[in-house]
């Protein structure tokens, strides 16, 4: 490896490691049954979801994947919600259909106050469906920050694939 190639290398974890503690990436997750449904009074059904995800806070971009199983009839609508658990909310962001399991979105750009909720834990998300157009599950979407020796590992794994790469070519 030669001395410009460690000079970036070092240069860039070194910048990595100095960047602002607000820099984070966030993991989503989330269950979602009839029971967390506040429109779904009945709890009828036997409807189970989850939600995974993960969201950055230096680009601003949301990515999700949605799957379900066992509803009472079609999905006709999905959001996510602005809600603590159990209190029903406005939409905050659309989920566009046609809708099959599992439902996927990726680089999905939030405005400010969308980030300070959807970090704040105050969004869920509804399965609105044919039989329960209010939404038949629901679940809240939990957040947890990516510990930042997980990103160290991660960027210092890419350097080293990086430099293997490039002695392979040499």
Do not use: C
């Not at 059904?45 to 379900?68: E, P």
């Not at 962001?93 to 970090?119: M, R």
């Not at 704040?120 to 679940?139: C, D, L, P, Q």
Request: glycine share 12%; net charge negative.
């Amino acid at each position: 490896m030669n001395h410009a190639f460690k000079s970036v290398g070092i240069a860039s974890i070194l910048l990595l490691l100095s960047t602002p503690s607000q820099a984070l990436l966030y993991d989503l997750s989330g269950d979602m049954d009839v029971f967390q449904a506040t429109t779904n009074a009945g709890n009828v059904g036997n409807g189970t979801g989850t939600i995974s995800g993960s969201y950055d806070d230096v680009s601003n971009l949301l990515s999700y994947s949605i799957d379900w199983a066992d509803l009472t009839s079609s999905v006709t609508n999905m959001h996510f919600h602005l809600g603590a658990p159990g209190v029903p909310g406005g939409v905050e962001l659309g989920i566009p259909g046609p809708w099959s399991s599992p439902e996927i979105g990726t680089d999905i750009a939030l405005s400010a106050s969308q980030e300070t909720n959807l970090l704040a834990g105050n969004w869920y998300v509804n399965v609105h469906t044919a039989n329960f157009g209010g939404g038949e599950i629901r679940g809240q979407v939990l957040v947890s920050a990516v510990p930042v020796p997980a990103a160290v590992w991660l960027f210092a794994s890419a350097l080293g694939l990086l430099g293997w790469a490039r002695r392979k070519r040499a």
